[in-house]
């Protein structure tokens, strides 16, 4: 193959490869069942290394625009267009890349899961495809400069993360729950579908760079930013708004929660781009970033307190995920309150963004390490009861080795990487306003006491006479895990590389919205 | 130096966390070193006494994650009551509290 080619096409490649690999697994299934699982993971492993490549393009180049049915070097405004542009656009920046990194590491670490701990269960076909179309879905909503396509790519995730939900659990539970997801997700969508709509009657585009140059802040636009915030934050598990997603989490196979955390952060994504790069040139007070730290604070607090008295394992990893989605929130929503401030962006609000976006990746990889331990001890015990677990340690060493990274990661114990983002959002929120600093301390105390009762009810203890025949998970499962651990740790240990490498251009590309209205309207490919 | 991440307030370097780990696990050791060597382990004068009751069962007293806690949930137990069923599993409630919360944030944003 040509390698400019390659290289040139790399997001239309992003988005066909899973869809390719999504399509052909029945097939292989139906004609070639005993490689379809390789086939998978094949089609995986190479969708993430496009992914990764791509992520590379942006951060070398700045940013990747591509026009979807145009010759290379053809302009993303059509001179007939009235200087609109009319073609599909993905527009990659380092927001968008750094999404990329984040979802390509986790979805390759849960494909290794899934084809283990789901072997002996039935339609093993359907439920890849709906896997790669859900990997599908959240690389597209990352990648689009466009409004209808982000929602289009929003509901292929909803969907196909709803049908994965209900896919393997006995009775009615996981039905119920993915039931839950579908609906309340719809009505998000259907909010998001609407603003759209106001956005397009007011300025003829859907295009993002478009509305962003002329939207002003009227109050049809602030409806329609609250009905943006509102249909994301579902998506993302922010509370109020997070009701269906411990319902949704507890009952899919713990691959597929692993999947759905980096599925709600593209929701999250979704939030910040409409924040910064469409509304960022208008805000004239500090309200909205007061809510989105409000939001924060509120998904904090309720979500590790709902977390302590938890007795279903996953449900209580559920309520630490909207938790820690609180202080991505908190970090963010403090540089979105000091936005038109320069002095008071340079003093802490810069900072405050790096430790909220620092934490959207620790997060993925040390919630996502999380629940493949728990699907690993799941796979071998069948229980989700935390009262029913213990002395699991004696028998499966490495899935307590890796538990036990993840658990101090989420908690905020040094050398990991939660430390680091989370020291990061602690002492810049501590300059904005130091209350809320010694609550988001509080609730990494009370995540940290959570953790500790989970370990201890599940890996320390006695051996059970219940457990005596379980024995540690296949290797494949363990270097799924492995792979997250490896990131939990190394982010831990160079945060510096990372902050500078990955996390600093993505703050810059939030806080500068004329470059990403450039990059589209500017030219493109 | 690698690993050092400045956070605009002071710095962060988990190596020389490491350092000072190792350094504070080695003193421990030392002292643990100078204590007394003829300890014997496994015998009647190490196990638990228990008002004369035989100890029981390894299996029979495992702390399980029903007995830790309970004191928390019961000190807060005016905000769980209330927080708790909000939670109720029920969709159109799920519904509600998504309209209620729209609804919120908008006379927010407008009235603030």
Known sequence: ??????????????????????????????????????????????????????????????????????????????????????????????????????????????????????????????????????????????????????????????????????????????????????????????????????????????????????????????????????????????????????????????????????????GLYGMFRILFSVYGGVFTSVIVGWIVIILGVLSMFIGVTMAIPQKDIKRLLSYHAISQTGYMLLGVGVALAVLGDVTLIDSFGNMAMKGGLFHIINHAMYKGLLFLTVGAVIYRTGVWDLNKMGGLGHKMKWTMIFFLIGALAIAGIPPFNGFASKLMIYESTFAFNPIIAIIAMVVSILTLASFMKVFHSVFMGPELLEYASVREVPRRMLASMAILAMFVIAFGFVPDLVVDMLITPVAESLFNQGQYIHSILGGGL | ?????????????????????????????????????????????????????????KEAIHIRAGNMYWGFTKALSVYYDHLIPLHSGIVSDYISWFLIGVVVLFMVVILV
């Open chain 1, 1 to 266: 193959m040509n390698a400019e080619l390659f290289f040139t096409n790399l997001p239309a490649l992003l988005i066909a490869m899973p869809l390719f690999g999504a399509f052909l697994t029945p097939i292989f299934g139906r004609f070639l069942p005993k490689i379809r699982d390789a086939w998978v993971i094949l089609i995986s492993f190479a969708t993430s290394v496009v992914a990764q490549l791509l992520a590379a393009q942006v951060y070398i180049n700045g940013y990747v625009m591509y026009v979807f049915g145009a010759a290379p070097g053809t302009s993303a405004i059509p001179i007939d267009s009235g200087g609109i542009p009319l073609r599909i656009l993905f527009n990659i920046d380092a927001f968008g890349a750094f999404m990329l990194v984040s979802t390509a590491i986790v979805s390759f670490a849960v494909i290794l899961h899934l084809t283990i701990s789901q072997q002996k269960r039935s339609s093993l076909s359907e439920f890849y495809a709906l896997y790669l179309l859900l990997v599908a879905g959240i690389f597209g909503m990352v990648s689009t400069g466009d409004m209808f396509n982000f929602f289009v790519f929003l509901e292929i995730n909803s969907i196909s993360a709803s049908a994965l939900i209900a896919y393997h659990r006995n009775g009615a539970l996981a039905a119920e729950g993915a039931l839950k997801y579908l609906i309340v997700n719809t009505v998000g969508g259907l909010m998001i579908l609407f603003a759209i709509g106001l956005l397009y009657s007011q300025y003829n585009s859907l295009n993002m760079a478009i509305i962003s140059q002329n939207i002003s802040l009227t109050t049809l636009n602030l409806l329609t930013l609250v009905l943006f915030i509102a249909g994301l934050a579902t998506k993302a598990g922010i509370v109020p708004f997070h009701l269906t997603t411990p319902d949704a989490y507890s009952v899919a196979p713990s691959g597929v929660t692993t999947l759905m955390i980096v599925a709600s952060q593209a």
């Open chain 2, 1 to 57: 130096m690698i690993g050092t991440l400045a956070t605009g307030f002071g710095f962060w370097n988990p190596l020389m966390w490491i350092i000072v780990i190792v350094v504070a696990i080695f003193f421990s050791w030392l002292l643990w070193k100078l204590g007394e060597t003829n300890y014997e382990g496994n015998i009647w004068q190490t196990a638990p006494y228990l008002s004369g009751n035989d100890e029981p069962e």
